[in-house]
């Protein structure tokens, strides 16, 4: 390397130099004799050549000032930083705070962008915590029945049927219960048993339909994310099974889940109002993911059949996109909606529960849950 010359000398040179910093060449151009005397005048051709001259000769000095400055910020901010990791340092300033200074520095020394830094209030790693999951359940019900007319309001031991299933969702404790209810007289009944609803279109095809807008009517602002789907005509339903849907939406790759019991009574075999669950289990576990749900009797071969039970626990995005998509050819085939979600590729994962609760579609399964049913004390 050439040695260091003085900035006078450069700037007194009567031909162009280079700059003795070989990272930033400059030239300096000859001045008037006068003027580099310290007369005071100036040739005034040469005013502009002597100002792009002189900036040309200090840049050189300048950016070598600035990146020691730089550089000594930077020891100074991460010293800080180190003071801070001691035990009982009085350093007020976060830790993450100090890092914030001391990085931008470095990106200047490297001549790289500077990030913008993660936020830390929506930086799951930073909080050190993931957020709980709020879920919700709601239970469709309506009036119009053909097999059973006015089905939600048979009493069943001094209630209604809609009253009872309202009770054993507030007993799971799992948090909110909302009936969406198609009629007033429904509503009423549960308001007056001291319960919450809200009234929907009566024109819902589905009760899947009927509780994407009853969440909305309840929940406007979104704060339950998972929402359960609980049938209005299983007054005998174990709070259970309720925890045993919700705790399948622990994986994040499951949209819903649902539960199903084995089939212990041979007629179910090959009742097609049984529903069918084809499940690919877990090895040593009660729970698998769905590959089918059918009528018909499946799978073949020796082992057991599983009876679907119609709960669901969906996240509230697949609610919402479930309900957005056309019926499905198998879902129109089967009658079972769950297929249109199956058909989009949705993941179902079903949970094996030990009963069947009773599911009232006729007089006849209205006697045998007010049989099942009976007061303890009598």
């Keep these: 390397r050439t040695p260091w010359r003085p900035l006078s000398s450069c700037l007194n040179t009567s031909a162009p130099q ?21 007369s005071g005048r100036e040739r005034p051709s040469m005013r502009r050549s002597t100002r792009a001259s002189t900036r040309a000769s200090t840049h050189c ?13 930077f020891f100074v901010i991460m ?19 100090m890092h914030g200074l001391a990085y931008p520095m470095v ?12 936020s830390r209030s929506h930086n799951p790693e930073l909080s050190g915590m993931a957020k709980a999951p709020n879920p919700i359940i709601l239970i469709p019900a309506r009036l119009a029945s053909t097999r059973l007319p006015d089905k939600p309001l048979a009493e069943i031991h001094g209630e209604t049927m809609i009253v009872h299933c309202w009770r054993r969702a507030v ?3 799992i948090g909110r219960v909302v ?49 359960i789907n609980m049938q209005g005509d299983s007054p005998n339903l174990a709070p259970i099974a309720l925890h045993a849907t919700l705790d399948l ?33 877990e090895k040593d576990e009660n729970h698998g993911r ?30 919402e996109r479930f309900v957005a998509l056309p019926r499905s050819p198998l879902e129109i085939r089967e009658g079972l909606e769950q297929l249109r979600a199956m058909e989009a590729g949705m993941r179902i994962d079903v949970a094996c529960v030990d009963t069947v609760p009773l599911t009232v579609d006729t007089p006849a399964d209205l006697a045998r849950a007010r049989s099942l049913m009976q007061p303890q004390d009598k």
């Design 290 to 319: 769905a590959l089918y749900f059918t009528r018909a009797t499946a799978p073949s071969g020796d082992g057991p059949l599983y009876h679907h039970i119609g709960l669901y626990a969906y996240r509230r995005t697949a609610l």
């Design 179 to 227: 009936v969406a209810s198609a009629d007033a007289a429904i509503a009423d009944a549960v308001l007056a048993a001291g319960g919450e609803a809200v009234l929907t279109d009566p024109a819902h095809p589905s009760g899947s339909d009927r509780i994407h807008e009853g969440v909305q009517l309840a929940d406007p602002n979104g704060r339950h994310d998972i929402v």
């Design 61 to 73: 000095l300048y950016s070598a000032r600035f990146r020691i400055t730089t550089v000594l910020s």
């Design 249 to 281: 939406l622990s994986n994040p790759n499951v949209d819903i889940g649902t539960v199903a019991a084995e089939i212990v009574d041979e007629d179910e075999r090959d009742d097609p109002s049984a529903v069918k669950a084809v499940v690919a289990w």
């Design 171 to 173: 007993e799971a404790d």
């Design 107 to 118: 990106y200047l020394i490297r001549g790289h962008e500077i990030p913008k830094p993660a």
């Design 18 to 38: 280079e700059c003795d910093n070989p990272g930033r060449p400059a030239l300096t151009y000859p001045l008037d004799p006068a003027l580099s005397m310290g």
């Design 79 to 97: 010293r800080r930083i180190e003071r801070s990791r001691s035990p009982g340092s009085r350093t007020t300033a976060p830790l993450a705070e």
